[in-house]
């Protein structure tokens, strides 16, 4: 039997639930190259916010992790097998009566994002919860750094730094490694696919579990700077507060 951990909704059992703040972690499944999982984005969405609810346990903060979302927007992957999208227009709804119906007993709803493509459907949700007055915003897995778009030296280094099993080394391989803005247009025409067959946007190689440690520390950091600040922007989203601007 497996110990139970407070810091995860789905360990509590309802009496014990109370008014925490729940971090939502939301990521997709699509492919992401020959040698990491289809989950990548959902896992590290989950690992920041264990991070974020550590951090606010450590400030007396009462925080849940809830189970991750683990399907978004990920059409331009479609052409991969494993790749299950919802679409924008399905994660949207979803996301409002996710926020309506938590927002019944948690204090306060942030959702954690791991995928790109799931932007547009925050930035039509988010703001319509907090019109009906409640409580909730949403942050993306960045860090204020360089890095390679999709299945790259970034995100293997990630998974070597998170869940090492699960990254396949022997298949590490380059894909297309020229700059997304050089891609963007046939990339939206005709998906990922069209633009590398093997998926990669990126070069994986020389991905370390040391250099995936400095970039969660930045990303946590970065998420944990938007998240204390409050400021919260036309999309929902929350921002880091300008500098010298009381948290």
């Given at each position: ?14 009496p014990e639930v ?116 409640r409580a909730v ?100 989203c929350l921002v ?8």
């Amino acid at each position: 039997m497996t110990e139970r951990d407070a810091r995860h909704l789905a360990d509590r059992p309802w009496p014990e639930v109370g008014r925490p703040v729940l971090l939502v972690p939301l990521g997709s499944t699509e492919q992401h190259g020959p040698h990491l999982p289809l989950d990548t984005d959902t896992a590290v969405a989950s690992v920041v916010c264990d991070a974020l609810a550590e951090r606010l346990a450590a400030d007396g903060v009462d925080a849940a992790v809830a189970p991750a979302i683990p399907y978004g927007a990920s059409g331009e992957h479609q052409d991969f097998p494993g790749t299950v999208s919802i679409g924008t227009e399905a994660l949207t709804l979803l996301l409002v009566e996710y926020g309506r119906s938590a927002c019944e007993w948690a204090a306060r709803l942030v959702f954690v994002n791991g995928h790109g493509g799931n932007v547009e459907a925050f930035a039509a949700a988010v703001p319509k919860l907090i019109a009906e007055g409640r409580a909730v915003s949403w942050l993306p897995c960045a860090a204020d750094a360089p890095g390679d778009p999709h299945a790259g030296r970034t995100e293997t280094s990630l998974m070597l730094a998170t869940d090492p099993a699960r990254v396949l080394a022997e298949r590490v391989e380059p894909g297309n490694d020229a700059p997304l803005a050089e891609l963007m247009a046939e990339l939206r025409a005709g998906g990922v696919r069209r633009v590398s067959p093997n998926g990669v946007l990126g070069d994986p190689r020389g991905a370390t579990a040391e250099e995936g440690e400095r970039l969660l520390d930045a990303i946590v950091a970065h998420a944990w700077s938007r998240f204390s600040g409050g400021v919260v922007d036309d999309r929902g989203c929350l921002v880091s507060a300008p500098s010298g601007a009381a948290s």
